[in-house]
C-alpha cells in the first residue's frame, strides 16, 4: 500500500541552466530523485517506485516551479519474513540495558501488536487492555508471549505499564524507531505533532518470522478494525475459548459479598471486585441494577444477581457443562 504525503522540496537545483537541463530531461530526472529518495528509507523495490510513478506527478515544467513532490512511504505486509535485527533500549530498574530481537523472538511463538503511542486515547481504552484480557486464552492457544511495541521511550513505555491493564503484556519501547521502520511501518504524524510513529497493526511471529500481519487500513485518521485481540485470536484458533468477564459490586463487611467471591473463585472464575462507597452505594445500584442490596453479579453481560441466584445460576452453568461435553 502507498501512502502519499505533499513535502515542499527543490527537485531541481535553483541555477537556470540545470532548471533547463531538468526540463529537458522531464520524468526521466525526477523519476530518479524520487527512487533515490525512497532507497534512502528503506531500499524498496524499484519497480514499486515505477509501478506508481507517472512522469507528470514528479516534475513541474513552469518558469515558476511548482516545489511539491510527493513522497512515497511504504506500508508493506511483512509475511514470511524475518522481524528487523534490532537492539531496543530499555529500563530495567534504575539502570538501562539492551534487548535483542533474538531475545524477544528465537524459538518462540510471539504475537505483536504495535500502536502510535502510549497514553494515547484508543491504545489505552481498548487496543491494549483487551490483549492483556485475552492474554490466558493467547497463552491456552501456543502463545509464549504478547509485545506491544510503540515508538516512545523506555520512561514513557514503563509508566503506561503501571497506568493500564498490562501485567500479561510485555511492553517494548522502540524509542529510534528502528524496529518500526525495519517492518515498513514508520509514519509520519507530525500533524499531530508525534513526529514519526508507527503505524497500527498486529502479527504473529514464529521463531522470528511474520506468519501473520494484520495492517489497519491507510485512510486518514487512526484506523482501528483489524489488529485487535480478538481478530488476532480468531486467526489462531476460531474456536478458542475466551476468557469470562465478571464483575462484582459489594461493599466493606458484606458476608454474602465474600459468600459470593468464594463462589466464584471455588468455580474457576476470575472477577473484578467493584466496592461501592457508603455515600454513593444505593443510587449505583439502583441505577445499574435497579435493586438496593450487594453483592450484585454481572458475567459476560449479563446479570446474575445476589449470592443465592448465582448459586444457582453455577449449579445450571456446571449442568450445561456436563451436557456440553458428553
Not at 34 to 51: F, P, R, S, W
Request: glycine content about 8%; proline content about 5%.
Amino acid at each position: 500500500m502507498i501512502l502519499l504525503f505533499l513535502r515542499e522540496q527543490m527537485l531541481f537545483r535553483s541555477s537556470k541552466d540545470k532548471h533547463q537541463e531538468g526540463l529537458s530531461r522531464g520524468g526521466e530526472y525526477g523519476l530518479q530523485f524520487l527512487i533515490d529518495k525512497v532507497y534512502q528509507m528503506d531500499q524498496i523495490n524499484q519497480l514499486d517506485c515505477m509501478a506508481f510513478s507517472g512522469y507528470s506527478d514528479l516534475t513541474r515544467s513552469t518558469d515558476g516551479i511548482d516545489h511539491s513532490l510527493k513522497e512515497i512511504v511504504m506500508l508493506k505486509n511483512h509475511e514470511g519474513k524475518p522481524v528487523p535485527q534490532v537492539t531496543f533500549r530499555i529500563r530495567e530498574g534504575n539502570d538501562w540495558a539492551s534487548l535483542s530481537t533474538d531475545e524477544l523472538f528465537k524459538n518462540k511463538t510471539v504475537v505483536v501488536f504495535s500502536l502510535p503511542g502510549a497514553f494515547t486515547p484508543t491504545c489505552s481504552s481498548t487496543h491494549l487492555p483487551r490483549y492483556n484480557e485475552l492474554a490466558p486464552a493467547f497463552i491456552a492457544n501456543g502463545v509464549d508471549q504478547i509485545l506491544c511495541i510503540s515508538v516512545n521511550d523506555p520512561f514513557v513505555m514503563n509508566e503506561w505499564a503501571k497506568d493500564q491493564e498490562a501485567d500479561q503484556i510485555r511492553l517494548i519501547p522502540d524509542g529510534n524507531g528502528a524496529f518500526t521502520e525495519g517492518m515498513n511501518m514508520l509514519v509520519d504524524k507530525s500533524d499531530l505533532g508525534f513526529g514519526k510513529r508507527s503505524w497500527r497493526y498486529s502479527m504473529l511471529v514464529k521463531n522470528g518470522i511474520v506468519v501473520k500481519q494484520f495492517i489497519e487500513p491507510e485512510v486518514p485518521g487512526d484506523p482501528f478494525e483489524v489488529s485487535d485481540a480478538d481478530t488476532m485470536l480468531a486467526y489462531i484458533n476460531p474456536q478458542a475459548a475466551k476468557p469470562d468477564q465478571v464483575a462484582v459490586l459489594t461493599r466493606d463487611g458484606c458476608p454474602h459479598c465474600a459468600r459470593a467471591k468464594a463462589l466464584l473463585s471455588a468455580h474457576g472464575f476470575a472477577y473484578t471486585e467493584i466496592p461501592l462507597a457508603h455515600q454513593q452505594r444505593s443510587r449505583v445500584l439502583g441505577a445499574i441494577t435497579g435493586r438496593g442490596t450487594v453483592p450484585q453479579v454481572f458475567i459476560n453481560g449479563t446479570h446474575i444477581g445476589g449470592a443465592d441466584e448465582l448459586e444457582r445460576w453455577l449449579e445450571g452453568h456446571q449442568v450445561t457443562a456436563v451436557i456440553g461435553a458428553l
